[in-house]
């Protein structure tokens, strides 16, 4: 069982849209942290946006502010990023992570999202 499985990459066009969801399973999702990286090639691996277990707490990476929205659903085990106004700089597999103190962290296997200008 794979705990974190991310989905809704693909390909978009400048300044489309894209809402990625991470599933969550085999660990109490509730009480973890979660957050989305992402890594273009060649480069290191970002963090992008995170969110606290009761939903608050949210920060954004200064590239992606007031364009991307990071949000959870604890009843359904489910984190989201819906990303707006793409960029071809926003091209990178991405990620989704849940941390928890003194805890195993978790990482999903990524999903592509590619720009095309």
């Known amino acids: 069982q794979v705990p974190l499985v991310e989905s809704g990459g693909g390909l978009v066009q400048v300044g489309g849209s894209l809402r990625l969801s991470c599933a969550a399973s085999?660990?109490?999702?509730?009480?973890?942290?979660m957050s989305w990286y992402r890594q273009a090639p060649g480069k290191e691996r970002e963090l992008v946006a995170s969110?606290?277990?009761?939903?608050?707490?949210?920060n954004y990476a200064d590239s992606v502010k007031g364009r991307f929205i990071i949000s959870r659903n604890n009843t359904e085990n489910m984190l989201y990023l819906q990303m707006n106004s793409l960029k071809p700089e926003d091209t990178a597999v991405y990620y989704c992570?849940?941390?928890?103190?003194?805890?195993?962290?978790?990482w999903g296997q990524g999903t592509q999202v590619t720009v095309s200008s």
């Open positions: 085999g660990f109490p999702f509730s009480s973890y942290a």
């Open positions: 992570k849940g941390t928890r103190w003194s805890s195993p962290e978790y």
């Open positions: 969110i606290a277990t009761w939903g608050g707490n949210i």
